[in-house]
Structures are given as C-alpha cells and as structure tokens.
C-alpha cells in the first residue's frame, strides 16, 4: 500500500489555478458567442467615411481617411469615392476600394488629388459594396 500511495502525485497550487484560469477563458468564450447569437439581426451595413488629414506629396495631395462600419454586416470591395467640387463644377474625382471592413470596426485608407483639397469642397462617400 505504502508503494501504491507513493505512485501518486498530488495536484500543486500553481496547476489548480492555471487550470481555474483557462476554465474562465473557456466559459467567457461561451458567453460572448452565446450573447453574439441571440443578439444578432440582419440589416445593411452603416458606411460613414471621415477624413483623417490631408498631406501635400510630390504625387499630389494625399487625403487620408477613416472608414466606419456602425451596421450590423460586414461590407466587402467598400468602394469610397472623393469628389472635390469647385462651386458646382466637379474639378477633380477619385476613389479606392477596401477589401473588408467588419461590422462594427473600421478600416483606414486614402485618395491621391492633383488639386489642393482646400481650394474647394471635398466629399467622401462610401458609394457601394458587396456582401460577403
């Protein structure tokens, strides 16, 4: 008997409490999906498209940009679209495509102009994107 009890190895501290620890990792994985499937709907994304700064380069003005999923759905191929208006005359326009953007998180990117941005008015617009 005394050699049967010798065989066993008892459970440390340390190993009791980095067991707890993933266990919590585990159950709070659990919860945060389970609250994600209840609570889902469906419905468009929400595109809003904010300018971050504006960078005068050798190639041009470089309008840097933040683009923000509010929706419920995740966008791909976001196309953003700069116009830069003078008065009613539309003097310049680009555009770039983001890849994905998550729903709820956000992506930054930006358009190269010929023409300072500051000598007219400049409109960013989230034009379209797909479903993936």
């Not at 504006?54 to 003005?61: E, I």
Request: charged residues 25%; without cysteine; hydrophobic residues 45%.
């Amino acid at each position: 008997m005394a050699q049967a009890k010798a065989g066993r190895r008892e459970v440390g501290r340390l190993e009791w409490i980095v067991g707890a620890i993933g266990a919590l990792i585990v159950v709070a994985t659990l919860g945060v999906l389970i609250h994600e499937a209840l609570t889902y709907h469906e419905g468009a994304p929400a595109l809003v498209v904010r300018v971050l700064d504006v960078t005068p380069t050798d190639g041009g003005f470089v309008v840097r940009f933040r683009t923000e999923n509010k929706g419920p759905s995740t966008a791909a191929e976001v196309v953003v679209s700069a116009t830069l208006k003078d008065g009613d005359r539309v003097a310049e326009h680009a555009e770039t495509t983001l890849d994905y953007i998550a729903r709820k998180s956000s992506r930054e990117a930006g358009v190269i102009l010929r023409r300072d941005p500051a000598s007219g008015t400049l409109e960013l617009a989230a034009t379209s994107y797909r479903k993936p």
